[in-house]
């Protein structure tokens, strides 16, 4: 994770562009949910090592740990909201744990279906790489 995925990335092959592009990847996580290891909703889990702007995220933002106070999710408000693909910029990291943060405080059931409805039109997102 010290080197994000990032768009024209030469380690991902044809195949895997339309993978990633489709989301396609993320279904094994649902074995995970299965498991109890991850929720359908939740903050989205990142690699140990992940950094934006060569800080490791829990540098940038002290508030990065608080988002592990549930299960990560296959899905998230920070994914709605467009906050996915690479984390380039401090900015990219500090506004996924600001939505995910948003996500604990408000959590509810209903609010949960309606980022399962939100997810199912940025399936295939421009960021998706």
């Not at 990065?64 to 909201?81: F, I, S």
């Not at 600001?98 to 959590?107: M, P, R, T």
């Amino acid at each position: 994770a010290a080197r994000s995925t990032q768009r024209n990335d030469d380690r991902v092959t044809r195949v895997g562009r339309i993978i990633r592009a489709t989301s396609i990847d993320e279904l094994p996580q649902f074995i995970n949910v299965i498991l109890g290891d991850m929720s359908i909703v939740g903050p989205r889990p990142h690699a140990v090592s992940s950094r934006a702007e060569a800080q490791l995220f829990w540098e940038i933002d002290e508030r990065y740990w608080h988002r592990h106070a549930c299960r990560p999710g296959v899905t998230g408000k920070a994914q709605v909201l467009g906050y996915r693909g690479a984390t380039d910029r401090i900015d990219d990291l500090t506004k996924r744990v600001d939505a995910d943060l948003d996500y604990l405080q408000k959590w509810s059931f209903w609010n949960d279906l309606k980022i399962i409805a939100a997810t199912v039109r940025v399936v295939i997102h421009p960021r998706a790489f």
